[in-house]
């Protein structure tokens, strides 16, 4: 609710954040089915039926329209490992993203791997590296926190290659 001295929603700015969504979704559709070599300035604006002129709009080129979708998708995950607060909480997490769109899964993990290969987003990987420490730092003691952080890991793989996903491996830790 707004308060009475808050100024009005801004029609345009909302527009403009509907618009930049729409276009990391299709983003993220287009890595899910054929890989960041696919992410063009017409395949995502075919994708996410607008004008081509309208990826360079919202985005400087579509390298930075890649690391946007890296972020969006990293900020997401961030946020959720920072509520989890019990190892039921992690699992019921893990179970979500191994029964979400298996194309959004592969898109979000190609993104990983763009990452890694790349010393210029090394940092969105060290973002995940230390959310996960830290829900296993929470969670379990200190020696088994790298079991923890490898369990969580293989289990995002495992979605990704959909493979069975036993969250019950959490509690065995």
């Avoid at 923890?148 to 996903?165: D, E, F, Q």
């Amino acid at each position: 609710m707004r308060t009475p001295d808050a100024p009005p929603p801004d029609g345009r700015r909302l527009k403009g954040e509907r618009r930049r969504r729409t276009l990391l979704d299709a983003t993220l559709r287009l890595v899910g089915r054929e890989g960041t070599a696919a992410v063009t300035q017409r395949g995502v604006a075919a994708e996410a039926g607008v004008p081509p002129s309208a990826v360079l709009y919202y985005f400087a080129s579509v390298d930075g329209l890649l690391v946007a979708a890296l972020t969006a998708v990293n900020d997401r995950y961030v946020e959720w490992l920072r509520a989890v607060g019990s190892l039921d909480d992690l699992a019921a997490l893990l179970r979500g993203c191994a029964e979400q769109d298996r194309l959004l899964t592969v898109a979000e993990y190609e993104l990983l791997l763009l990452a890694a290969r790349r010393d210029d987003l090394r940092d969105e990987l060290h973002r995940w590296d230390r959310a996960l420490d830290d829900v296993a730092a929470r969670l379990v003691p200190a020696d088994r926190r790298p079991l923890l952080v490898a369990a969580v890991n293989g289990l995002c793989l495992a979605a990704v290659l959909g493979s069975p996903c036993d969250t019950g491996v959490l509690h065995r830790i």
